[in-house]
């Protein structure tokens, strides 16, 4: 009987180890991956009030949106967890995984969801030249990967975005009417949501809806 319990006891504990070995990000249940293409890829994280997250690996360079704010504490591999205040919505910062993979796993220690967009890297578009125009709103990052900047606008206001290769993520929710040569259309936003613009021609945005709109507009270069 000692014997049985000890192969079961051993059993349990080798799957524990299993269970906490880390896995890639789009293997961890909340970060949600929502778009793909060869350049980037979108994950839409909502982790609600003590979710604590697989252990997970972020190898790709990544601009990051906070949408909802929690206190979260951030446990990297073999280290013990740092608590972090909550981020204001947002927040947006650009973190080099490429040169500096990082192995860790996230918890909400707070009473909300803590909610934040992940924008990867994953090739350039040789889009340098069409970063150089004049941005459309205060830039944010500034790198050799993207050019990052906050786009605000009351009802009835305008921005220009420009440039191939263009990731909008909204803070807010909202609703757009989107012009380029030849074509428009209008766009609702929920918190988080997104839209890709793939083409050369800038695109001309107007807030359409009754309340101010705040977006991050990421130009991949």
Known sequence: MLRIASCLLLTLCVAAVRA??????DQEPMHRLKFQNAHVRFFDVALPPGYRSLTHIHQFDGVFVNIEPSPTEAE???????????RKPGETYFIGYA???????ISNVGTGVYHVTDTEILAGCDSAAAADDAPAG???VENKR???TRIELQPGATATLGGPCGMLVA???GTLQARSPGSTERIEFLPAGFQWREGSQPVVVENAGDEPFHAIDIVVR
């Open 99 to 105: 040169a500096k993979p990082k192995v860790h796993r």
């Open 20 to 25: 906490d070995e880390p896995v890639p990000i």
């Open 171 to 173: 803070v807010t929710g």
């Open 146 to 148: 993207v050019r990052v």
């Open 76 to 86: 990297d591999w073999g280290k013990p967890a740092v608590a972090r205040s909550p």
């Open 138 to 140: 205060p830039v944010i």
